[in-house]
């Protein structure tokens, strides 16, 4: 039991450093062509490619959800390449939002950053812990299991369930909303990004959860879905948000 919990410690700061790794690289990236996304269509696509395989699967996934923008290189120092994904940046110039996917078959990461205009000029700052939270979600992703219950942590109550998470869910659809962010894989993946974001903005844990569960309460009511169902949800999803953050991070609050 203690060499069980002695490595799950060991890959959370393997997956924590390399977080941090990884969005040093992205934030460089992008400062690099911040002018470009400035001045454009306030929109850049920025890729790395490890081999023809993941570059034909990036260019599917870009054109599967609609992406149309400027096209750039994502530079990785060599002696870092081999500890890349295949990986697509798509950065866009609006509200500070993020998103992500993580293709296993073809080892393939692809997230999506907004990034603020402030006073006229793009503000990374204020996305940056969002970069943090989308890559740690998504290296969580990453580590899981195939089979149930589709996690890394084991030794929880998880809830009980036969399938992985849907790949994609209608905002419009609220049993399809609580079926996605209540699927232990999800769960588990949700908690360690945005626990993330709270250590790299320090602020509570609560509170970040308290703020992305405002935009999915919003993207419901957008939707038309019944305010009533909606608290439901919402109250739903942070109960088991925050008992399995608590279980895995006492220090979460």
């Known amino acids: 039991m203690f060499m069980q919990f002695r490595d799950f410690l060991i890959k959370e700061g393997i997956l924590d450093?390399?977080?941090?790794?990884?969005?040093?690289?992205?934030?460089?990236?992008?400062?690099?062509?911040?002018?470009?996304?400035?001045?454009?269509?306030?929109?850049l696509q920025l890729i790395f490619a490890k081999n023809s395989q993941g570059f034909a699967s990036m260019q599917k996934s870009a054109r599967h959800l609609g992406l149309v923008?400027?096209?750039?290189?994502?530079?990785?120092?060599?002696?870092?390449?081999?500890?890349?994904?295949?990986?697509?940046?798509?950065?866009?110039k609006g509200d500070p939002s993020h998103s992500g996917y993580f293709d296993r078959v073809n080892n393939v990461l692809f997230i999506q950053i907004g990034i603020p205009e402030v006073n006229g000029k793009l503000d990374l700052n204020a996305t940056l812990p969002m970069i943090k939270a989308v890559i740690r979600h998504e290296l969580e992703h990453s580590e899981q299991s195939q089979s149930a219950p589709f996690t890394r942590v084991k030794d929880y109550k998880w809830p009980d369930t036969t399938v992985k998470a849907p790949w994609s869910v209608s905002f419009a659809e609220p049993s399809g909303v609580e079926e996605y962010l209540t699927h232990p894989s999800e769960i588990e993946a949700w908690v360690s990004g945005l626990y993330k974001y709270a250590k790299t903005a320090k602020i509570p844990f609560s509170s970040i959860v308290e703020k992305q569960l405002a935009r999915i309460r919003q993207s419901m009511a957008e939707n038309r879905v019944d305010p009533q169902r909606i608290e439901e949800i919402i109250q739903s999803v942070k109960d088991k948000w925050m008992n399995f953050a608590r279980f895995r991070y006492p220090r979460a609050t």
């Open 17 to 43: 450093n390399t977080t941090t790794l990884m969005s040093r690289v992205v934030v460089n990236n992008i400062k690099k062509h911040l002018d470009k996304i400035q001045d454009s269509e306030g929109s």
């Open 69 to 92: 923008s400027n096209t750039g290189s994502l530079e990785i120092p060599s002696e870092l390449e081999s500890e890349f994904p295949n990986m697509m940046v798509y950065v866009v």
